[in-house]
């Protein structure tokens, strides 16, 4: 996932956050449970959505139950299958949006699973955009609601067109999918937590709107502190960050001796995601251990940031402290 900004620290030609991280992670890997974005983007044009066939859901039927489901039987059809199990009733999927999602994947013909999320308690979260998810996917799942259930059918060209050894999956093998539809995120998305007292009056004041519009950053006429600033705004009750996740973000970045905003999601219109590993100190060390649906205030002195080399073109100065907030939507 190539995007303009000052966070990511690994895609080429791309102004980096970086000099701390060593690079382990794929920034725009969705899970380790699956590699939709294997799913090539050499599908034929748009397919047909069908009612069937799907096999049945003989145990787990439940949203949020591990499902198990039957071999398939008979002829698959050659266009994608797509049955609404559990109508939700949150949020409208869009494509384009990054889904969080429980999903059991298995093989048609034999009734391999060949992947789930639900053994390792970690949804997947993943863009519903081509090359980084199953096309199937794409296709099907725009207009359902979080909440669902939705079980597909997804024909070889809209699934692993040239097959997935690594997972067992043949080229000519339709896959089935069971998918709770957990959550979905977008730009106009924002933190939802409660809102945590500001008191400390040296410290800048950062807004709480959740209405998806980037938060104000008000910067004190003071000495900015010496040591990192890591605050909840808004304090969510997700599972608390670990100091190798990968998280899905929005944010705003102001410094401190201006309040000029220099780097901005709300304003390219798009999320970002990246691994804690890859990013300067500051960021790594503020975001360990913070709920997933928080907004946090981090405040960078230059030791943990960029010090006297900031990157060229990104109108940081040497030895520049950065203020940013933080909102975290997700833990991939």
Do not use: H
């Not at 008979?74 to 889904?99: F, H, M, N, Q, W």
């Amino acid at each position: 996932m190539r995007r303009r900004s000052l966070m990511i620290a690994v895609p080429a030609g791309l102004v980096a956050l970086a000099g701390c991280g060593d690079d382990k992670s794929d920034s725009s890997k969705a899970s380790d449970s699956a590699s939709p974005s294997a799913s090539q983007p050499s599908a034929p044009a748009s397919p047909k959505i069908v009612d069937g066939p799907l096999p049945a859901v003989t145990a787990g039927t439940k949203f949020g139950q591990k499902p198990t489901v039957a071999k398939g039987s008979g002829e698959p059809s050659k266009d994608v299958a797509a049955r609404t199990l559990i109508a939700g009733s949150g949020r409208t999927v869009a494509e384009g949006d990054y889904l969080v999602a429980d999903f059991l994947g298995q093989i048609w013909d034999t009734g391999k699973v060949f992947a789930n999320s639900y053994d390792g308690k970690k949804p997947l979260v993943a863009a519903l955009t081509q090359g980084q998810i199953w096309e199937g996917w794409r296709y099907a799942l725009p207009g359902k609601k979080t909440g669902s259930r939705v079980q597909l059918a997804v024909p070889p060209a809209w699934a692993y067109p040239q097959g997935n050894p690594e997972q067992g999956v043949k080229a000519t093998d339709t896959l089935v999918f069971v998918i709770d539809l957990k959550d979905a995120f977008n730009a106009k998305s924002s933190a939802q937590g409660t809102k945590v007292p500001q008191d400390d009056k040296a410290l800048p004041e950062v807004g709480t709107n959740t209405d998806g519009n980037a938060p104000s950053i008000d910067v004190p006429k003071t000495d900015p502190p010496k040591k990192l600033v890591a605050n909840y705004i808004l304090e969510g009750d997700g599972e608390p960050l670990k100091a190798d996740s990968t998280v899905l973000l929005q944010y705003k970045g102001v410094l401190w001796d201006t309040g000029k905003e220099f780097d901005s999601t709300y304003g390219r219109k798009e999320l970002i995601s990246f691994s804690l590993q890859q990013v300067v100190k500051g960021w790594g060390q503020g975001l360990t251990g913070k709920k997933v649906g928080s907004r946090v205030l981090i405040v960078v002195p230059p030791s943990l940031g960029y010090g006297d080399n900031p990157p060229a073109g990104s109108g940081i100065k040497k030895d520049s402290t950065m203020v940013f907030s933080v909102d975290i939507l997700a833990a991939m």
